[in-house]
Nanobody, 125 residues
Framework: QVQLVESGGGLVQAGGSLRLSCAASGLPLSTFAMGWFRQAPGKEREFVAAISYSGVDTYYADSVKGRFTISKLNAKNTLYLQMNNLRPDDTAVYYC??????????????????WGQGTQVTVSS
């Protein structure tokens, strides 16, 4: 049974940093591409970042490029999202996700089959 569990969210002031973690079980991150998405209040869920199964290739939404970094540590079967220079408009629930086909790296929500429960990130001005 696949399980994705996010952690690391919280309240931070604008300009601050947070690191989100996504602990995976039931699927080996060494063979899976992964993604991060977020959903702000009253808005649709949107793509944030993705990483290829090899970890070599990464993709980012324009709004977070240069501030966020996605990575994974296969030995811990954990996905990360380092978020720096946070802004109030980064406030959202953040979700990690695994695709339907393990080696598919995608920026599209519909290509992801497994989802975590989400972790709240709140950035105050």
């Amino acid at each position: 049974q696949v399980q994705l569990v996010e952690s690391g969210g919280g309240l931070v002031q604008a300009g601050g940093s947070l690191r989100l973690s996504c602990a995976a079980s039931g699927l080996p991150l060494s063979t899976f591409a992964m993604g991060w998405f977020r959903q702000a209040p009253g808005k649709e869920r949107e793509f944030v970042a993705a990483i290829s199964y090899s970890g070599v290739d990464t993709y980012y939404a324009d709004s977070v490029k240069g501030r966020f970094t996605i990575s994974k540590l296969n030995a811990k079967n954990t996905l990360y999202l380092q978020m720096n220079n946070l802004r109030p408009d980064d406030t959202a629930v953040y979700y990690c996700a695994a695709p339907d086909f393990p080696r598919r790296t995608s920026t599209y929500e519909y290509n992801y089959r497994y989802w975590g429960q989400g972790t709240q990130v709140t950035v105050s001005s």
